[in-house]
DNA sequence: CGCTTTTGTGAAGCATAATTCACAAAAGTG
DNA sequence: CACTTTTGTGAATTATGCTTCACAAAAGCG
């Protein structure tokens, strides 16, 4: 997995150190290079999810590295640091593919607030695949919980004992197993009679699976 | 699971033992009963996949016993077995929930022909969530596996290390795991240049991942 | 009430999936 | 060619999910 690593690339011994020092105070953990050269080789050993790059530096300046993360590190977000900041050199950067772009001199807090928002969209940006799924996905993809689902959708409304009867199981513990794991998901609920039946995200999931057989076997 | 068996249920101890005969024979596992109230507690103990019922029983009849079975073992199929044989008396059977009708006398291929089809029929509803779903929900349950495939859609094409770095993953055999899985599973494949892609059936499973994801933020 | 069935818990064992590691062939590059 | 990166394999380990088992409270029933 991408690291919680933040990496500063700029040549100003001074100015990168302060950097280093205020994100490490706020409790990031960083890794700093002064070259973009170094700054790549970097990449390769530890993939960060922010990355910080100075504009003018000896070498390959950070306009011309900005590509080559982006296409190597599609999923690492890039603030732009810059000295002589206009308006065509903010876009420039922005259109080469940073995500934000910071002029120097930035105070304490305008430098956190760009990482905090950088580091947030890239959160948002990782859980594309969204974590909910997760769940959900390895709910269905066990054969007995999705038997139990499609026969009280059948049923409509069923007691533990006739679960376990119409599917065949011997052991009724197995089924309590994952009659449990579906109430945990919150894709089954049990009324005061103690009779199970599908919540109404049940519905949609078993919806959702035939959907999917539908698809599958075409 | 539901066990292989066949109960059969009939008073006539000459009748009933044949027909355990001929069943044996042919190498099903039978068990006997001469009552209602005995077939209900042999289910309780061990849930058949097809159950012979006699028509007419002291005590509670076939046809008193018929909603019982299908209210408690609703997987379990049932064929009727009558002496007196009327069409009405037929539609009142497969009304009430058998799954066949046999009139006696019979011969022995009726009875097996017909065993042979209600076992086939209790066979496919018992397949009905199908089997190749379990791959593809495995599959997809994995989110390294689903990041794999949503980036493959965006990129279209990629090589194996522009995924692990996409990823930030460090590790590349971990997303070579992975890889393999999709491959094995059909959802990518990969061309002379090594390069990976999704096939038709990873876009449609890929497909099937969006229509979830809205389903389940609803 | 005593007895059975239903419904349930938690721990132990087993099976499978996922990760890591050590290593290597193939491809690319100077 | 030597050297690096890419792409890959298989075994060992770890994590996770599933099953089984021993046991028990609650509900139903004579």
Redesign the pocket.
Known sequence: ?ITETILVVDDDQDLRESIVEILEDYGYKVTACATAEAAL?AM?EDVPRLALVDNMMPGMGGMALLPLLKK?FPATKIIMITAFSTVDNAVAAMRSGADDYLAKPFKRDELLVAVRRALEEQKFAQQQTEPCMDEAL?CL?????RQILTTLSAQGEM???????TLG??????V??????LKNNNLIS?NR????RLTSQGEKMLDCLHLLSKRISL
Chains 1, 2 share one sequence.
Do not use: E, G, P
């Open positions: 997995m080789q390769k190597d390895a993809s066990n054969q007995i919980r007691r533990f004992m006739d679960i376990t009867r199981i011997r052991d009724h513990t197995k309590n197993f994952h009659l449990k794991n049990q009679q103690k009779s199970y």
